[in-house]
């Protein structure tokens, strides 16, 4: 693999990544299942609030996810301790098949996160606020009153709860146990690199990537280079040669072996279903549009947390990232109707920004 590591392997050679080994009783009041973003805010939020829980990973390390650890000023950055952050970008590149322009705002439009370092990071919090929090520890079935689960000793065991909260991400087991439909799913291939580049760039190009975008995004001692999709638009065998060729048109070699795959649901069909909640992308909080989810994920996991605590809490601002996702939703739409939309949309969106227009928060999931 030469010069190319993955930002995990990299971590786990020079930093302390402990598995976290609350005990796992039979009885929980909440019981939250995936140690995503989602998953952690809520449990950090439902410990504040004096509330007994459980949240479960199958993963021995939390925060691995392939992504390309983007978060934005109006959305996350301005509420991550400065050391999390890796790089930070007032300016982003955007590369049409007919234009080149720069976007320059005073503060950081994106910068990039580890994704390893924020879920250990959010881990702690949680941990420390008095959430008991168990890794390696897969759920392998859900009934209405209790749920089966592998545990890090290879035993199956049960835990019954008066609330379930599924942080299950896009693929969510509690998100089919309720038999929601998954409709709306978008594709996402990445790579981190072990290269430097300065620019964080946009790349749109419908004939390779359809009415979505590759990227280059960054970090501080890697890059990570990648497309998204939305599903069905281009297979994913021929995303992945799509990327190739693209990369090596920007003077990037990546091995086909260094390229993961991810989905993103952005199909929201509601978050209380009873006792049953979802958060994050089980919820289907995502952008359809540009495939940005850590910034929803974090923020309905804390407003699941406080309606859990509070029956008369409104969860104004989930109200506000779906409106924001059905504006995204209506974009893909009029791109995807006829081939050349796709073209016109994407050229006459660039203009506007660069015209000041339309301001690039138009793009994120964060008002
Ligand atoms: C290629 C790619 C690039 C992306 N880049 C960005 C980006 O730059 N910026 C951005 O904002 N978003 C990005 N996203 C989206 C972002 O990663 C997700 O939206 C975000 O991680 C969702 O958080 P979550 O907590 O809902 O789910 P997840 O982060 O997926 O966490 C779910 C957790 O649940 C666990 N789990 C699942 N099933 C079980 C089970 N049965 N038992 C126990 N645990 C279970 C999983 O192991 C996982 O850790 C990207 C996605 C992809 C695919």
Not at 82 to 98: D, G, M, R
Not at 138 to 156: A, F, G, P
Not at 226 to 241: F, M, N, T
Not at 282 to 309: F, H
Request: net charge positive.
């Amino acid at each position: 693999m030469g010069a190319i590591a993955s930002v995990t392997n990299h971590l786990k050679t020079r930093e302390n990544i402990f598995p976290f080994m609350s005990p796992i009783q039979e009885h929980v009041d909440i019981l939250i299942i995936g140690g995503g973003p989602a998953g952690l805010s809520c449990a950090y939020e439902l410990a504040l609030q004096n509330k007994q829980v459980l949240l479960l990973e199958r993963k021995e390390t939390i925060g691995e996810k392939v992504c390309a650890g983007g978060i934005t000023w109006s959305g996350l950055l301005q509420h991550v301790p400065e050391n999390l952050v890796e790089q930070s970008f007032p300016e982003q590149t955007i590369v049409t098949t007919l234009q080149q322009c720069k976007i320059r705002e005073t503060n950081p439009i994106i910068a990039t996160v580890n994704r390893v370092r924020l879920g250990q990071w959010m881990a702690k919090k949680a941990l420390n606020s008095g959430a008991h929090i168990a890794s390696g520890v897969k759920v392998l079935s859900i009934s209405d009153k209790h749920v089966t689960l592998l545990n890090r000793e290879q035993q199956v065991k049960t835990i019954r709860f008066n609330h379930l909260i599924g942080a299950d991400g896009a693929n969510s087991l509690v998100r089919r146990f309720l038999k929601l439909p998954n409709e709306k799913m978008g594709l996402g291939l990445n790579a981190d690199l072990a290269i430097h580049r300065q620019q964080m760039q946009w790349h749109f190009n419908p004939r390779l990537f359809a009415n979505g975008y590759a990227w280059i995004f960054p970090h501080k001692e890697t890059c990570s280079v990648g497309a998204y999709v939305q599903s069905g638009s281009i297979p994913a065998r021929e995303l992945k040669k799509h990327l190739i060729k693209w990369t090596g048109a920007q003077q990037l070699h990546i091995p086909s072996n260094m390229i993961k795959a991810g989905l993103v649901n952005y199909d929201y069909r509601g978050h209380c279903f009873g006792r049953f909640w979802l958060i994050g992308e089980a919820a289907g909080l995502a952008s359809g549009l540009t495939g940005e989810g850590i910034y929803p994920a974090i923020v309905s996991g804390c407003e699941v947390a406080r309606a859990i605590a509070d029956p008369t809490y409104k969860t104004a601002r989930i109200d506000l990232m779906v409106n924001k996702q059905r504006r995204h939703n209506k974009m893909l739409k009029y791109s995807s109707k006829y081939p050349w939309s796709c073209q016109l949309m994407i050229n006459f969106i660039v203009l506007c920004m660069r015209m000041k227009l339309i301001p690039f928060q138009e793009l994120e999931m964060a008002d």
